[in-house]
């Protein structure tokens, strides 16, 4: 089985792109090792990491590409091109120093065009497939394309009940001070239905949104996954004292309380 981002098929070619919308700047080495750095949003790298070639990852789904057009007899010389196109904008590429066989096989999502472009002129080129060996490539290819599902639930340890059913605007209080000790506080105004408000922070409640964040950077993955904003000010009135009483929190599943259940008692119960 391989997994094919994109197939194009020309009358001369068929290339298979392997898309990478990777975040951080890209090296590569002059012994092919990718290397990629991330930076802060002044420019200040501040980690690196090795990753798996995905030049290597695209010639083996061009291997079996290939070889399942040929016993199926839609191909016999027809070349079979590969292309990791690095799909994020941001990212910078720099592949100077590595090997051509790498550089002539790896290009920002800006640069395919031109890359087509230039293979179709190439006059060392004299395929000229007929366009219904084309299609009939194609229609093979849909036909026999079986797409994968991604179970986020699972990859994130989320139940149903962690969901957000519908988008309700956070409520803001308007604090006024009338006396240096005895804060009042206003009726929200309502204006197009909408209530508006500034809500002061407690401590409790920055130290839940601290260890969110912590959470998140820790398992690579956006802060609301570990809790939203409702179910934080769900915590802060609930105040649960036991993992029983967490239970009893709209979007505290099990599997949810398993993985953050200690810490947020801790927090919350002033530990």
């Known amino acids: 089985m391989a997994q094919l981002d994109f197939v194009i098929i020309t009358n001369k070619f068929i290339y298979v792109l392997e898309t990478k919308k990777l975040n951080g700047d890209i090296e590569i080495t002059k012994d092919?090792?990718?290397?990629?750095?991330?930076?802060?949003?002044?420019?200040?790298?501040?980690?690196?990491?090795?990753?798996?070639?995905?030049?290597?990852?695209?010639?083996?789904?061009?291997?079996?590409?290939?070889?399942?057009?040929?016993?199926?007899?839609?191909?016999?010389?027809?070349?079979?091109?590969?292309?990791?196109v690095i799909a994020n904008p941001k990212s910078?590429?720099?592949?100077?120093?590595?090997?051509?066989?790498?550089?002539?096989?790896?290009?920002?999502?800006?640069q395919i065009t031109n890359l087509l472009k230039k293979e179709l002129a190439d006059k060392n080129n004299d395929?000229?497939?007929?366009?219904?060996?084309?299609?009939?490539?194609?229609?093979?290819?849909?036909?026999?394309n079986k797409p994968i599902k991604f179970d986020n639930m699972a990859k994130y340890s989320l139940e149903e009940n962690d969901l957000i059913k519908e988008y309700v605007k956070p409520v803001k209080l308007i604090v006024k001070i009338v006396d240096k000790d005895i804060p009042i506080v206003s009726q929200p105004?309502?204006?197009?239905?909408?209530?508006?408000a500034t809500l002061v922070e407690s401590d409790t409640y920055v130290l839940l949104k601290a260890f969110r964040l912590k959470v998140s950077r820790?398992?690579?993955?956006?802060?609301?996954?570990?809790?939203?904003?409702?179910?934080?000010?769900?915590?802060?009135q609930a105040t649960p004292k036991t993992k029983e009483d967490l239970l009893k929190v709209k979007g505290f599943g099990e599997k949810k309380i398993e993985k953050y259940g200690k810490e947020i008692l801790d927090i919350l119960n002033g530990k």
Not at 47 to 56: A, D, L, Q, T
Not at 127 to 144: F, Q
Request: hydrophobic share 35%; with cysteine; net charge positive.
């Open 32 to 84: 092919g090792d990718f290397i990629r750095t991330f930076k802060t949003n002044s420019g200040k790298a501040y980690k690196k990491e090795g990753m798996y070639s995905p030049i290597s990852q695209n010639e083996r789904h061009i291997n079996i590409l290939k070889e399942i057009l040929v016993k199926e007899k839609l191909i016999r010389t027809t070349p079979v091109k590969s292309a990791v």
């Open 92 to 110: 910078i590429l720099n592949k100077i120093k590595c090997p051509k066989s790498i550089q002539n096989n790896i290009y920002k999502y800006d």
């Open 127 to 144: 395929k000229d497939i007929l366009e219904k060996y084309s299609y009939t490539i194609a229609d093979y290819l849909i036909a026999h």
């Open 189 to 196: 105004t309502i204006n197009n239905n909408v209530l508006e």
């Open 218 to 236: 820790k398992e690579n993955i956006k802060p609301y996954l570990v809790f939203n904003n409702l179910e934080l000010d769900a915590l802060i």
